[in-house]
């Protein structure tokens, strides 16, 4: 089935160390995204790719990176230098009109 | 630069009952739209979209949503509403050509109850 994977759904990680979170596709979309969501905020944009070897900063990219070596794979590194990683993450991909979207991960820091 | 103002962060309704759920955006350029539901835990899932046509939009699971250009509005409804329809429901705009930037809404939460 195409999709996107997210991996793991769930990852605890104590204050300071870096996490990288993963993400797959297999819809040969081109465009990849990273968002992060905390109750009451809705989806906001991290990261996004429109092309490999290719992204932009969306509206909270401090304390992570992002990586887009191949086209299906755009992995997410949330460092010590993000102050509340704290939240669930999601990342979603498009074609053309829509995105689809990942289970998400939700990263527990303590 | 774009925006999507979904102004009821909580609606509560009764099974059976109608629903509209409000959605409105500020955009300097042409924009699709979309609404998007999340259940606890996972992903989002497209219940509908605009992309051009017809300014009525029928959508997943009884939905249907109205684009209104002069209002600049979306808003989601269904007629008849089921206690598995509680979940948080996203509004979101994309720009139809240049950067593939979507914008959400802070969601609202429907509740449903028996």
Known sequence: DGGI??????????????VTLSCE????????????QDPGQGLRLIYYS??????QKGDIAEGYSVS?????????TVTSAQKNPTAFYLCASTGNTEAFFGQGTRLTVV | AQSVTQLDSQVPVFEEAPVELRCNYSSSVSVYLFWYVQYPNQGLQLLLKY??????????NGFEAEFNKS?????????????????????AVRPTSGTYKYIFGTGTRLKVLA
């Open chain 1, 5 to 18: 994977t997210q991996s793991p759904k769930y990852l605890f990680r104590k204050e300071g160390q870096n």
């Open chain 1, 25 to 36: 596709q297999n819809l040969n979309h081109d465009a990849m995204y990273w968002y992060r």
């Open chain 1, 50 to 55: 429109q092309i490999v070897n290719d992204f």
């Open chain 1, 68 to 76: 887009r070596e191949k086209k299906e794979s755009f992995p997410l």
């Open chain 2, 51 to 60: 992309l051009s046509g017809s300014t009525l939009v029928k959508g997943i």
């Open chain 2, 71 to 91: 209002q600049t509005s979306f808003h989601l409804r269904k007629p008849s509403v089921h206690i598995s329809d509680t979940a948080e429901y996203f509004c």
